[in-house]
């Protein structure tokens, strides 16, 4: 069999780990197998792939970004796009397709699959916002870096006695935010699941003063809506796929100013942006993706085409692609309320 692979969207530690799992369940079982250049951009314009052998599925396992390359590349925008996409797969005579990514990449993939193409997902976003599996490839490094930074920010939190805003990515849910300030000990935590307005911030500064605490660390994640701050449609620019791009609206620094303004405590914002993307992929991304690329092995031998593996109850299982991205996944009230306790 001739089999191609392909990641779109973000990159996400763990990407790497993915292809590899793939590749080396492919060849193993005789296959051969192509790697697909920039996502559904290497699927356009007469393709753009390379043969995956063994020397390049190896020593890839521990590397961040993806050795494929990325780009947000939308075939739907583009008149035509999907039948294109269906005869470049012909004239190149794959026999399966393994579309690795988050909501977008996947929503091509579904409409692929309905048209009758052999293609399989894998589940990647460090949003983790994939409804249908607990698991999605670059989340927990993600978490990881987030972790790291509000330590490190603790430090000068402390020794100057300010108030540190911190700006995570997550687009429109708050995973990264609350799980990465639930483990890295955030003082208040500003997710779109649940809004809060300034003043319920500034009146919770201030009662961390009178309690004792001269610093407060808050997390805000990039798709808040708050009075003050700059709404999602005002931050101008979008992707291919008709995301805003959040960062532009920097609501990290916007916040920051608010709070100094209204409280007189020295503040500080920080932006992780894209470092929560890079580097090397957390052990537990390492496992599990190589698990969830394992299983998309596995579904192209069965022939389960418009399918993907996802992890539900710590275990590899497999859902239908188009159930995947039908919703968005979003923080539950109670893991919300548990970061609460620690304000
Ligand atoms: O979807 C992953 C993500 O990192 C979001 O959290 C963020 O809003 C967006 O991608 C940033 O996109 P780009 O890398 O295109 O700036």
Redesign the pocket.
């Known amino acids: 069999m001739k089999l191609g692979i392909l990641t779109g ?2 990159d ?1 530690p763990g990407l790497n780990a993915a292809i590899r799992a793939v590749g080396r369940r492919a060849l193993l079982n005789g296959d051969t197998i192509v790697g697909i250049r920039n996502g559904w951009a290497g699927l356009l314009d007469g393709g753009d792939m390379l043969r995956l052998k063994r020397p390049q599925l190896s020593g890839i396992l521990q590397l961040g970004g993806t050795m494929l390359g990325s780009s ?1 590349t939308n075939p739907m925008k583009r008149e035509g796009g999907l039948d294109e996409v269906l005869t470049i797969i012909r004239e190149h005579e794959l026999e399966a397709l393994v579309a690795i990514g ?1 909501d977008d990449t996947l929503s091509v993939a579904a409409k692929l699959a309905e048209r009758g193409a052999a293609v399989v997902g894998v589940p990647k ?3 983790n916002d994939l409804s249908v599996t607990e698991y999605c490839i670059g989340f927990d490094s993600a978490v990881g870096v987030v972790t790291e930074a509000l330590d490190r920010l603790h430090t000068t939190a402390v020794s100057h006695h300010r108030v540190m805003v911190v700006e995570v ?3 429109d849910t708050g995973w ?1 935010a609350l799980l990465g300030g639930l483990a890295g000990g955030a003082d208040m935590i500003l997710i779109p699941e649940f809004p809060v307005s300034v003043d319920e911030v500034v009146a919770h500064l201030d009662t961390r003063r009178r309690a004792g605490s001269d610093f407060s660390i808050i997390v805000v994640s ?2 808040v809506e708050m009075e003050g701050l700059a709404g999602k449609d005002d931050a101008g620019a979008t ?1 291919a796929f008709g ?1 805003v ?3 532009r609206r920097a609501v990290g620094e916007t916040l920051a100013r608010v709070i100094e303004d209204r409280t007189g405590h020295e503040t500080r914002a920080t932006v992780l942006g ?1 470092v ?2 890079g580097g090397s992929p957390s052990a537990y991304d390492r496992i599990w993706a190589t698990r969830v690329g394992a299983s998309a092995y596995d579904l192209v031998r069965d022939g389960s085409w418009g399918m993907m593996p996802v992890v539900q109850c710590g275990a590899v299982t497999t859902a239908r692609i188009a159930d995947v991205v039908a919703e968005q996944r979003r923080v539950p009230r109670d893991l919300y309320e548990l970061a609460q306790v620690f304000y």
Do not use: P
């Open positions: 969207g973000g996400a947000r988050g976003t460090m949003d990515m997550g687009r990264v990039e798709g992707d995301h791009q959040l960062g894209h929560q993307r």
